[in-house]
């Protein structure tokens, strides 16, 4: 079966954000007396807004609910977005490029309200025809939910679309759908080997990603 659509991830794939919600977290986290465990940084990142909130509340500790650790953690990100939208070099016009040739969909462990700001600064809101967050369905990355959702969305089966991915929990959880996975992996967060299993095709840069290059997967 030939690649009818596109699912891409955000954080690490289209805006180079991971360094920024470290910084973000862990300093919320000192505020309150309270530091990272060892493994916090690599279990949230796909996690839904839900999911790292209570992970920061209950098991990191921080002594407030975890409602008020995501609205602050969210509201600070959404601040550093609108000081300076952290693109990555190509990302836009890698969408733009695929958006001619496929059907375009967006599945991101962040918040609703941060993907529609993102979008709408990047100028690529109209590039997606479905755009979902892990808030919108039961589980967050690395379960196979939001892909599935989006894939279900677009009116497809996970077999006809590809997915682009840059963490651990975001390739297993593209992997788990059945998408055909490419692998954007981030110099500073690398993907773990079992995870970089899942992906068809591994690329160091996201202007790899073209319509040749998916045309390929299948």
């Known amino acids: 079966m030939s690649i009818e659509a596109v699912v891409f991830d955000l954080d690490g794939v289209i805006i180079d954000t991971e360094e920024v ?3 973000v977290r862990r300093a919320y986290v000192a505020e ?3 530091a990272f465990l060892p493994d916090s940084q690599d279990r949230m990142m796909g996690m839904s807004t839900v999911e790292w909130s209570t992970h920061l509340a209950d098991e990191v500790g921080v002594p ?3 409602e008020r650790v995501a ?13 300076s939208l952290p693109l990555i070099p190509g ?8 958006g001619e040739r496929y059907r375009l969909a967006l599945a991101s ?3 609703r309200i941060l993907i529609d700001q993102v ?3 990047a100028g690529l809101t109209g590039e997606f025809e479905v755009t979902l967050s892990t808030e919108e369905v039961a589980r967050g990355k690395p379960a196979p939910d939001v892909y599935l959702t989006a894939v279900a969305k677009l009116g497809l089966t996970p077999e006809v679309c590809a997915a682009v991915e840059d963490s651990s929990n975001g390739l297993r959880s593209a992997g788990a759908a059945g998408l055909a996975v490419i692998a954007v992996p981030h110099g500073v967060y690398p993907a773990a080997p079992d995870a970089l299993a899942h992906a068809a095709l591994v690329v160091k840069t996201i202007t790899e990603v073209t319509p040749e ?5 299948r």
């Open 21 to 23: 919600w470290e910084e």
């Open 32 to 34: 309150h007396g309270r």
């Open 64 to 66: 407030v609910p975890a």
């Open 71 to 83: 609205a602050d953690v969210l509201g600070r990100m959404a601040a550093r977005y609108r000081e």
């Open 91 to 98: 990302a836009a016009e890698t969408v733009r490029a695929l």
């Open 109 to 111: 462990s962040s918040a």
């Open 119 to 121: 979008l709408a600064t």
């Open 213 to 217: 290059a998916v045309a390929a997967l």
